[in-house]
């Protein structure tokens, strides 16, 4: 039996208006556009950076 990757379930719960150019850009590569949008990404290093840097605009949930 295959062993499921990790997934985390991410949303977008605050404005970025007034964040960083890197914050704003951590919340595009994550696949967010919309405040409420919900995305699934794949578990990686980068991704894990990506929401350690935004977890204050974000709710995160870890899937698989």
Same mark, same amino acid.
């Given at each position: ?20 150019? #890197?914050?704003?850009? &951590? ?11 919900? $995305? %699934? /990404? =794949? #578990?990686?290093?980068? &991704? ?11 709710? $995160? %949930? /870890? =899937?698989?």
């Amino acid at each position: 039996m295959a062993k499921m990757a990790k997934t985390f379930v991410v949303t977008l719960k605050r404005s970025t208006i007034k964040c960083t150019q #890197d914050q704003k850009d &951590a919340v595009r590569v994550l696949g967010l556009k919309k405040i409420r949008q919900t $995305v %699934e /990404v =794949k #578990d990686s290093a980068a &991704a894990r950076g990506n929401i350690m840097k935004v977890q204050h605009l974000i709710d $995160v %949930e /870890v =899937k698989g």
